[in-house]
Protein backbone atom coordinates (compact mmCIF):
# COMPACT_ATOMS: atom_id res chain seq x y z
CA UNK A 1 0.00 0.00 0.00
CA UNK A 2 1.25 3.52 -1.16
CA UNK A 3 1.48 6.06 1.70
CA UNK A 4 0.65 10.16 0.37
CA UNK A 5 1.97 12.37 2.45
CA UNK A 6 0.38 15.53 2.22
CA UNK A 7 2.65 18.69 2.10
CA UNK A 8 2.07 21.20 5.10
CA UNK A 9 0.46 24.31 4.39
CA UNK A 10 2.60 27.39 3.90
CA UNK A 11 1.07 29.92 5.51
CA UNK A 12 3.98 32.59 5.16
CA UNK A 13 3.00 35.92 3.35
CA UNK A 14 6.49 36.51 2.87
CA UNK A 15 7.20 37.89 -0.64
CA UNK A 16 3.62 39.15 -0.97
CA UNK A 17 2.76 42.87 -0.48
CA UNK A 18 -0.72 43.83 1.09
CA UNK A 19 -2.94 47.39 1.73
CA UNK A 20 -5.29 47.63 4.94
CA UNK A 21 -7.29 50.46 5.27
CA UNK A 22 -7.77 51.96 8.45
CA UNK A 23 -5.04 50.74 9.76
CA UNK A 24 -3.72 53.38 11.87
CA UNK A 25 -5.33 52.54 14.97
CA UNK A 26 -7.04 49.58 16.81
CA UNK A 27 -8.02 46.46 14.98
CA UNK A 28 -6.46 47.38 11.50
CA UNK A 29 -3.31 48.19 13.07
CA UNK A 30 -3.25 44.62 14.72
CA UNK A 31 -4.23 43.02 11.38
CA UNK A 32 -1.37 44.81 10.22
CA UNK A 33 1.22 43.81 12.62
CA UNK A 34 -0.13 39.96 12.07
CA UNK A 35 0.47 40.12 8.61
CA UNK A 36 4.14 42.37 9.09
CA UNK A 37 4.87 39.48 11.56
CA UNK A 38 3.90 37.00 9.01
CA UNK A 39 6.42 38.81 6.36
CA UNK A 40 4.18 40.80 4.28
CA UNK A 41 5.08 44.26 2.96
CA UNK A 42 2.43 46.58 4.53
CA UNK A 43 0.70 49.86 3.46
CA UNK A 44 -0.69 51.24 6.46
CA UNK A 45 -3.54 53.67 5.07
CA UNK A 46 -5.10 55.71 7.37
CA UNK A 47 -5.89 59.82 8.38
CA UNK A 48 -3.83 60.20 11.08
CA UNK A 49 -0.37 61.27 10.00
CA UNK A 50 1.49 60.88 13.34
CA UNK A 51 -0.14 57.18 14.11
CA UNK A 52 0.70 55.83 10.84
CA UNK A 53 4.38 56.76 11.30
CA UNK A 54 4.98 55.54 14.51
CA UNK A 55 3.21 52.44 13.21
CA UNK A 56 5.32 52.25 10.09
CA UNK A 57 8.25 52.65 12.69
CA UNK A 58 7.01 49.72 15.02
CA UNK A 59 6.98 47.72 12.25
CA UNK A 60 10.28 47.79 10.52
CA UNK A 61 12.22 47.77 13.31
CA UNK A 62 13.26 44.71 12.65
CA UNK A 63 15.40 45.52 9.39
CA UNK A 64 13.60 42.71 7.00
CA UNK A 65 10.00 44.11 7.71
CA UNK A 66 9.19 46.53 5.05
CA UNK A 67 5.81 49.03 5.41
CA UNK A 68 4.72 52.39 4.30
CA UNK A 69 2.22 55.05 5.65
CA UNK A 70 -0.04 56.44 3.02
CA UNK A 71 -2.30 59.15 4.19
CA UNK A 72 -5.91 58.78 2.48
CA UNK A 73 -9.03 59.81 2.25
CA UNK A 74 -10.77 56.81 0.66
CA UNK A 75 -13.84 58.29 0.24
CA UNK A 76 -12.09 60.61 -2.16
CA UNK A 77 -11.14 58.28 -5.59
CA UNK A 78 -7.66 59.90 -6.09
CA UNK A 79 -6.67 59.05 -2.80
CA UNK A 80 -7.23 55.45 -3.11
CA UNK A 81 -5.36 55.65 -6.76
CA UNK A 82 -2.34 57.31 -4.77
CA UNK A 83 -1.84 54.42 -2.73
CA UNK A 84 -1.92 52.21 -5.20
CA UNK A 85 0.68 53.62 -6.81
CA UNK A 86 2.70 54.33 -3.60
CA UNK A 87 2.27 50.20 -2.79
CA UNK A 88 3.38 49.54 -6.34
CA UNK A 89 5.98 51.90 -6.83
CA UNK A 90 7.85 50.67 -3.10
CA UNK A 91 7.28 47.03 -3.38
CA UNK A 92 6.23 46.51 -7.34
CA UNK A 93 3.41 44.49 -6.65
CA UNK A 94 0.28 43.92 -4.58
CA UNK A 95 -1.19 40.32 -3.22
CA UNK A 96 -3.67 41.34 -0.62
CA UNK A 97 -6.44 44.16 0.04
CA UNK A 98 -7.94 44.22 3.46
CA UNK A 99 -10.82 46.89 3.39
CA UNK A 100 -11.29 47.62 7.04
CA UNK A 101 -11.82 51.42 7.55
CA UNK A 102 -14.82 51.59 8.85
CA UNK A 103 -17.38 54.27 10.39
CA UNK A 104 -19.98 54.23 13.02
CA UNK A 105 -21.83 57.26 12.88
CA UNK A 106 -25.06 55.33 13.32
CA UNK A 107 -28.22 57.14 14.67
CA UNK A 108 -30.44 53.95 14.66
CA UNK A 109 -33.46 55.81 12.67
CA UNK A 110 -32.80 59.20 13.64
CA UNK A 111 -30.30 59.24 11.22
CA UNK A 112 -29.95 61.83 8.76
CA UNK A 113 -29.22 61.35 5.17
CA UNK A 114 -25.89 63.00 5.60
CA UNK A 115 -24.94 60.22 8.10
CA UNK A 116 -26.24 57.24 5.72
CA UNK A 117 -24.18 58.89 3.19
CA UNK A 118 -21.21 59.21 5.68
CA UNK A 119 -21.15 55.63 6.82
CA UNK A 120 -22.10 53.79 3.88
CA UNK A 121 -19.75 56.04 1.77
CA UNK A 122 -17.00 54.86 4.48
CA UNK A 123 -18.45 51.56 5.02
CA UNK A 124 -19.46 49.98 1.92
CA UNK A 125 -18.95 52.18 -1.34
CA UNK A 126 -15.12 52.62 -1.04
CA UNK A 127 -14.65 49.02 -0.22
CA UNK A 128 -15.80 48.53 -3.08
CA UNK A 129 -14.60 50.99 -5.06
CA UNK A 130 -10.88 50.01 -3.39
CA UNK A 131 -11.39 46.79 -4.67
CA UNK A 132 -12.61 47.92 -8.47
CA UNK A 133 -9.26 49.73 -8.32
CA UNK A 134 -6.38 47.49 -6.96
CA UNK A 135 -8.55 43.94 -8.51
CA UNK A 136 -6.41 44.89 -12.20
CA UNK A 137 -3.01 44.83 -9.82
CA UNK A 138 -3.61 41.31 -8.53
CA UNK A 139 -1.85 38.70 -9.93
CA UNK A 140 -3.23 34.77 -9.65
CA UNK A 141 -3.64 34.34 -5.89
CA UNK A 142 -4.32 37.59 -5.12
CA UNK A 143 -7.19 38.25 -2.25
CA UNK A 144 -9.69 41.17 -1.43
CA UNK A 145 -10.42 40.43 2.78
CA UNK A 146 -13.82 42.79 3.37
CA UNK A 147 -14.03 43.45 7.48
CA UNK A 148 -17.42 42.10 8.47
CA UNK A 149 -19.57 41.97 11.68
CA UNK A 150 -21.80 39.92 13.83
CA UNK A 151 -23.68 43.60 13.21
CA UNK A 152 -24.55 42.99 10.21
CA UNK A 153 -25.95 39.14 10.65
CA UNK A 154 -28.53 40.22 13.75
CA UNK A 155 -31.32 43.05 14.34
CA UNK A 156 -29.87 45.61 16.93
CA UNK A 157 -31.79 48.26 19.02
CA UNK A 158 -30.98 51.73 17.89
CA UNK A 159 -29.04 50.68 15.24
CA UNK A 160 -29.48 51.01 11.48
CA UNK A 161 -26.63 52.38 9.35
CA UNK A 162 -23.74 50.37 10.89
CA UNK A 163 -25.73 47.09 10.54
CA UNK A 164 -26.92 47.45 7.00
CA UNK A 165 -23.47 48.57 5.86
CA UNK A 166 -21.89 45.01 6.64
CA UNK A 167 -24.69 43.50 5.64
CA UNK A 168 -24.25 44.82 2.50
CA UNK A 169 -20.59 44.10 2.36
CA UNK A 170 -21.19 40.67 3.00
CA UNK A 171 -23.54 40.39 -0.08
CA UNK A 172 -20.74 42.42 -2.00
CA UNK A 173 -18.23 39.92 -0.86
CA UNK A 174 -20.10 37.01 -2.46
CA UNK A 175 -20.59 39.34 -5.83
CA UNK A 176 -16.87 40.07 -6.19
CA UNK A 177 -15.66 36.51 -5.23
CA UNK A 178 -17.63 35.12 -8.25
CA UNK A 179 -16.59 38.21 -10.34
CA UNK A 180 -12.75 38.29 -9.13
CA UNK A 181 -12.45 34.20 -9.58
CA UNK A 182 -11.40 33.71 -13.39
CA UNK A 183 -9.04 36.00 -12.30
CA UNK A 184 -7.65 33.76 -10.22
CA UNK A 185 -8.82 36.61 -7.13
CA UNK A 186 -10.50 35.27 -3.70
CA UNK A 187 -12.54 37.35 -1.52
CA UNK A 188 -13.79 36.71 1.69
CA UNK A 189 -15.00 38.55 4.31
CA UNK A 190 -13.77 38.04 7.93
CA UNK A 191 -17.12 39.20 11.07
CA UNK A 192 -14.70 39.63 14.56
CA UNK A 193 -17.80 39.86 17.51
CA UNK A 194 -16.67 42.44 20.34
CA UNK A 195 -12.76 42.81 20.74
CA UNK A 196 -10.21 45.02 22.45
CA UNK A 197 -10.50 48.09 20.75
CA UNK A 198 -10.45 51.33 21.14
CA UNK A 199 -14.68 51.54 21.34
CA UNK A 200 -14.60 49.03 23.92
CA UNK A 201 -11.68 50.27 26.38
CA UNK A 202 -13.31 53.42 26.14
CA UNK A 203 -16.48 52.17 27.53
CA UNK A 204 -14.48 49.97 30.47
CA UNK A 205 -12.16 53.01 31.28
CA UNK A 206 -9.36 50.84 30.04
CA UNK A 207 -10.22 47.49 32.33
CA UNK A 208 -9.59 44.07 30.22
CA UNK A 209 -10.97 42.74 33.24
CA UNK A 210 -14.69 44.70 33.24
CA UNK A 211 -14.68 44.11 29.15
CA UNK A 212 -14.15 40.44 29.64
CA UNK A 213 -16.93 40.29 32.51
CA UNK A 214 -19.14 41.42 30.02
CA UNK A 215 -18.33 39.65 26.94
CA UNK A 216 -18.49 36.48 29.02
CA UNK A 217 -22.25 36.91 28.68
CA UNK A 218 -22.34 37.03 25.18
CA UNK A 219 -19.21 35.04 23.87
CA UNK A 220 -19.65 31.28 24.73
CA UNK A 221 -15.44 31.56 25.15
CA UNK A 222 -15.95 33.59 27.88
CA UNK A 223 -14.50 36.75 26.97
CA UNK A 224 -13.87 39.90 24.29
CA UNK A 225 -11.25 39.02 21.09
CA UNK A 226 -7.78 40.42 20.44
CA UNK A 227 -7.44 42.15 17.84
CA UNK A 228 -4.47 39.66 17.09
CA UNK A 229 -7.10 36.90 16.82
CA UNK A 230 -8.73 38.56 14.24
CA UNK A 231 -4.92 39.28 12.25
CA UNK A 232 -4.39 35.37 12.52
CA UNK A 233 -7.40 34.82 10.95
CA UNK A 234 -7.47 37.33 7.69
CA UNK A 235 -3.39 35.78 7.87
CA UNK A 236 -4.43 32.45 7.31
CA UNK A 237 -7.13 33.50 4.56
CA UNK A 238 -4.27 35.86 2.64
CA UNK A 239 -1.85 32.83 2.24
CA UNK A 240 -1.83 30.42 0.34
CA UNK A 241 -2.91 27.83 3.04
CA UNK A 242 -6.52 29.20 2.20
CA UNK A 243 -6.95 28.92 -1.82
CA UNK A 244 -9.76 26.91 -2.11
CA UNK A 245 -11.67 29.37 0.24
CA UNK A 246 -13.38 32.02 -1.49
CA UNK A 247 -17.09 33.86 -1.76
CA UNK A 248 -17.45 33.11 2.45
CA UNK A 249 -18.04 34.38 5.76
CA UNK A 250 -15.39 33.55 8.08
CA UNK A 251 -16.77 34.54 11.67
CA UNK A 252 -13.80 35.35 14.11
CA UNK A 253 -16.11 35.27 17.22
CA UNK A 254 -15.82 33.69 20.01
CA UNK A 255 -18.65 31.28 19.46
CA UNK A 256 -21.02 35.07 19.10
CA UNK A 257 -22.83 34.28 15.97
CA UNK A 258 -23.76 30.59 17.51
CA UNK A 259 -25.82 32.21 20.17
CA UNK A 260 -29.57 32.81 20.07
CA UNK A 261 -31.41 35.71 21.47
CA UNK A 262 -31.86 33.96 24.78
CA UNK A 263 -27.96 33.42 24.71
CA UNK A 264 -27.86 29.37 24.54
CA UNK A 265 -29.28 30.18 28.40
CA UNK A 266 -32.36 27.78 29.57
CA UNK A 267 -35.52 29.37 30.26
CA UNK A 268 -35.71 27.73 33.67
CA UNK A 269 -32.54 30.02 34.29
CA UNK A 270 -34.03 33.26 32.76
CA UNK A 271 -37.46 33.68 34.32
CA UNK A 272 -36.33 32.91 38.02
CA UNK A 273 -33.11 35.29 37.23
CA UNK A 274 -35.32 38.26 35.36
CA UNK A 275 -38.46 37.86 37.85
CA UNK A 276 -36.04 37.34 40.98
CA UNK A 277 -36.64 33.97 42.01
CA UNK A 278 -34.80 31.19 42.95
CA UNK A 279 -34.22 28.88 39.84
CA UNK A 280 -35.90 25.15 40.24
CA UNK A 281 -33.22 22.42 41.33
Not at 126 to 139: E, G, R, T
Request: net charge neutral; charged share 15%.
Amino acid sequence: MTTTHTPAPDLSLRGKAAIITGSTQGLGADIARVLSTCGASVTIVGRNSQQGQDLVKELTQQPENQAIYCQADIQQDEEIDHCIQATLDRFGRIDILVNNACSYDDNGLDSTREQWHRTLGVNLISAAIFAQKVLPHLKRGGVIINMGSTGGKFGAQGRAIYPASKAAILQFTRNLAVSAAPQGVRAVTVSPAWTWSPAVQSQTGGSRAKADKVGATFHPLGRVGDGAEIGNAVAFLCSDAASWITGVDIPVDGGFSILGPDQGISPRVWFPKLLGEQPDT
